[in-house]
T-cell receptor, first 112, second 113 residues
Framework: ETGVTQTPRHLVMGMTNKKSLKCEQH?????MYWYKQSAKKPLELMFV???????ENNSVPSRFSPECPNSSHLFLHLHTLQPEDSALYLC???????????FGSGTQLSVL | AQSVTQPDIHITVSEGASLELRCNYS??????LFWYVQSPGQGLQLLLK??????LVQGIKGFEAEFKRSQSSFNLRKPSVHWSDAAEYFC???????????FGSGTRLQVQP
């Protein structure tokens, strides 16, 4: 148990579907992140939230829509995705200024 | 902009042998440096980090890393590898005041019996 829980663990969706990924952290952290991990590529930062406010959007397409209702919860709403969006989506959280990230186990997304 | 290079995509070592995984970074100021490990189907777990001070950093599971400013490197080492160390290892760099890390492409470690 890392303190960061992601659901679902696996998701298969068609290109016309709408789905949401959920992340919850039980560590009392004030920052939360979405990262994308594709095969053979470095982890790509997608979004950063600090005290519920989005502080970074790394040029992510609008078909990915994040939501952070409070410091403990983070969502990634998905709609009209493309097959190349298939990847492992990792949520992370951190506290303070030491930038140490705590990761969830990820959601393995397949877009058909 | 900061960047991280892990030159070795895949490394195989025998159990009990020593290990060194390479990491080079590009960043103008003094970076924050990290090593993470990822087991199959899991998220990333922090092994160790360097912010300042002693350039030899001790981490969990018997790992250590050395920050060498002159070489822009932060190589990860372990004196004797165990079969359970087989995983993917990621080097990452951060900067003060920015809540995000830049990761390398990772090095997959295979351990032979």
């Amino acid at each position: 148990e890392t303190g960061v829980t992601q659901t679902p663990r696996h998701l298969v969706m068609g290109m016309t579907n709408k789905k949401s990924l959920k992340c919850e952290q039980h560590l009392g952290h004030n920052a939360m992140y979405w990262y994308k991990q594709s095969a053979k590529k470095p982890l790509e930062l997608m979004f950063v939230y600090n005290f519920k406010e989005q502080t970074e959007n790394n040029s992510v397409p609008s078909r990915f829509s994040p939501e952070c209702p409070n410091s403990s919860h983070l969502f990634l709403h998905l709609h009209t995705l493309q097959p190349e969006d298939s990847a492992l989506y990792l949520c992370a959280s951190s506290q303070g200024t030491d930038e140490k990230l705590f990761f969830g186990s990820g959601t393995q997304l397949s877009v058909l | 902009a900061q960047s991280v290079t892990q030159p070795d995509i895949h490394i195989t070592v025998s159990e009990g042998a020593s290990l060194e995984l390479r990491c080079n970074y590009s960043y103008g100021a003094t970076p924050y440096l990290f090593w993470y490990v990822q087991s199959p189907g899991q998220g990333l777990q922090l092994l160790l980090k360097y912010f300042s001070g002693d350039t030899l950093v001790q981490g969990i599971k018997g790992f250590e890393a050395e920050f060498k400013r002159s070489q822009s490197s932060f190589n990860l080492r372990k004196p004797s590898v165990h079969w359970s160390d087989a995983a993917e290892y990621f080097c990452a760099v951060g900067e003060k005041g920015r809540r995000a890390l830049t990761f390398g492409s990772g090095t997959r470690l295979q351990v032979q019996p």
